[in-house]
């Protein structure tokens, strides 16, 4: 009888031990699996949330500065228009005139051509040495014009496929002496649209002065 009973307690052990397992491996052990994917997802959710954060705050800056590049945008438009608009060159000579009290003589402008990229800037020029007077080894010099040093004026290179333009510009002004057509051509470059100095030369109170001014041709 007591082994009978024995029997009995030792096979309800075993079914109990039979249902523990069975509910380990069929339900605890995949809502554990579960538990480590769905930690992994949200892992992998916050990482993605992080890297959206960030690109917000890159785009929310860069809108922010939206307006000034809107600004200087339009300055550099102002400076190569997308016409050929050549009052505005007139306005600029004209102005730097008046704020010298000089005359112009003429304003020239050539037909547009293909943009050419220029390898340096022209310097300003130099009065002409006077007639008569003696060089350093007692020589007399020749009377001559003065103008810009060879070496400082602008070599053109091969034409830029481009949608940039550029047009000739020659201007004949009377000038006082050379700080004054120094002070001419410097003033040039305060005005609204690009102007860029090619070659000058003052020859009897004469500055006779090549720059090129530049627009698009698209958008």
Same mark, same amino acid.
């Given at each position: ?5 024995? #029997?009995?307690?030792? $096979? +309800?052990?075993? @079914?109990?031990? *039979? ?6 491996? $069929?339900?605890? $052990? ?9 930690? *992994?997802?949200?892992?992998t959710v916050a990482q993605t949330n992080a890297v959206y954060e960030v690109q917000v ?12 590049? %809107? ?18 060159? #007139? ?5 730097? *005139? ?12 050539? %037909?547009?051509? !293909? ?16 007639? +008569? ?50 002070? #001419?051509? !410097? *003033? ?15 020859? %009897? +109170?004469?500055?006779?002065?090549? @720059?090129?001014?530049? #627009?698009?041709?698209?958008?």
């Amino acid at each position: 009888m007591n082994a009978n009973k024995q #029997f009995i307690n030792l $096979l +309800g052990i075993v @079914v109990i031990a *039979a249902i523990l397992v069975a509910g380990v491996a $069929l339900i605890a $052990l995949p809502m554990w699996s579960q538990s480590r994917t769905t930690d *992994a997802s949200t892992r992998t959710v916050a990482q993605t949330n992080a890297v959206y954060e960030v690109q917000v705050s890159q785009l929310t800056a860069a809108q922010d500065g939206e307006a000034d590049l %809107d600004r200087q945008l339009a300055e550099l438009r102002a400076d190569i228009p997308a016409i050929t608009k050549y009052d505005d060159v #007139f306005d600029i000579v004209n102005g730097a *005139a008046t704020d010298l009290d000089l005359t112009i003589q003429t304003i020239t402008i050539a %037909d547009a051509e !293909d943009w050419t990229p220029r390898a340096a800037a022209v310097e300003a020029p130099a009065e002409a040495p006077a007639a +008569g007077a003696q060089g350093a080894g007692g020589d007399e010099e020749a009377d001559s014009a003065a103008t810009t040093d060879p070496a400082a004026v602008p070599t053109p290179t091969e034409p830029t496929v481009t949608p940039q333009r550029q047009a000739t510009v020659t201007i004949e002004v009377a000038v006082p002496d050379a700080k004054t057509a120094t002070a #001419f051509i !410097d *003033a040039l470059g305060k005005g609204p649209r690009l102007l860029s100095p090619l070659n000058a030369a003052l020859d %009897d +109170g004469t500055l006779t002065l090549t @720059v090129l001014t530049f #627009f698009r041709t698209e958008d």
